[in-house]
T-cell receptor, first 113, second 114 residues
Framework: AQTVTQSQPEMSVQEAETVTLSCTYD???????LFWYKQPPSRQMILVIR??????QNATENRFSVNFQKAAKSFSLKISDSQLGDAAMYFC??????????FGKGITLSVRP | ETGVTQTPRHLVMGMTNKKSLKCEQH?????MYWYKQSAKKPLELMFV???????ENNSVPSRFSPECPNSSHLFLHLHTLQPEDSALYLC?????????????FGPGTRLTVL
């Protein structure tokens, strides 16, 4: 079975600085999808960024980008120019052949003004 | 309303009560999901429905009973729950099941079992 590991429970970043959230996963599949979801306090979970494993190019969405290392099974999220609204729980997730989304435990990101 | 909505947002129930959680999606999606979110644990997939048919029951106890009358509505019927069932229950939907489409989540129902 696939597993997703987010080893850091909490991180903090200064406003306007850059922060990287780490995620590793374990799989024997070659074709899959990886996601980062954001869950603000008391608000709905929303998709931040999506990566298709067969694409070598790292996905980018405005201030959010990933560092996808397929051989190392690593999928980190970089947030540039951090804003107060980025404070949330961030979940890394894996989607594979079993058609299930497997989540990590999440990381709580706080942004210092 | 747009997106995925869930009612109620908060629910407190005794172990002998029967209650239902409701989810509605306004996105025209064909797949719907129930997840359980507990503190310090990854989201746990409970049930999956595709075109109103249940395709996944992730070893969920029978005190949780899902119902999907149509592609837009999903219910979770609860009876004789345990205190350890207290959690945030999230509903989600996606365009299709067998693809890496984005899942859209509702705000969740915060359930407390006394």
């Amino acid at each position: 079975a696939q597993t997703v590991t987010q080893s850091q429970p909490e991180m903090s970043v200064q406003e306007a600085e850059t922060v990287t959230l780490s995620c590793t996963y374990d799989t024997s599949e070659s074709d899959y999808y990886l996601f980062w979801y954001k869950q603000p306090p008391s608000r709905q979970m929303i998709l931040v960024i999506r990566q298709e494993a067969y694409k070598q190019q790292n996905a980018t969405e405005n201030r959010f980008s990933v560092n996808f290392q397929k051989a190392a099974k690593s999928f980190s999220l970089k947030i540039s120019d951090s804003q107060l609204g980025d404070a949330a729980m961030y979940f890394c997730a894996y989607y594979g052949a079993n058609s299930k989304l497997t989540f990590g435990k999440g990381i709580t990101l706080s942004v210092r003004p | 309303e747009t997106g995925v909505t869930q009612t109620p947002r908060h629910l407190v129930m005794g172990m002998t009560n029967k209650k239902s959680l409701k989810c509605e999606q306004h996105l025209g999606h064909n797949a719907m999901y129930w997840y359980k979110q507990s503190a310090k644990k990854p989201l746990e997939l409970m049930f999956v429905y595709n075109f109103k048919e249940q395709t996944e029951n992730n070893s969920v106890p029978s005190r949780f009973s899902p119902e999907c009358p149509n592609s837009s509505h999903l219910f979770l019927h609860l009876h004789t729950l345990q205190p350890e069932d207290s959690a945030l229950y999230l509903c989600a939907s996606s365009q299709e099941l067998l693809s890496g489409n984005e899942q859209f989540f509702g705000p969740g129902t915060r359930l407390t079992v006394l």
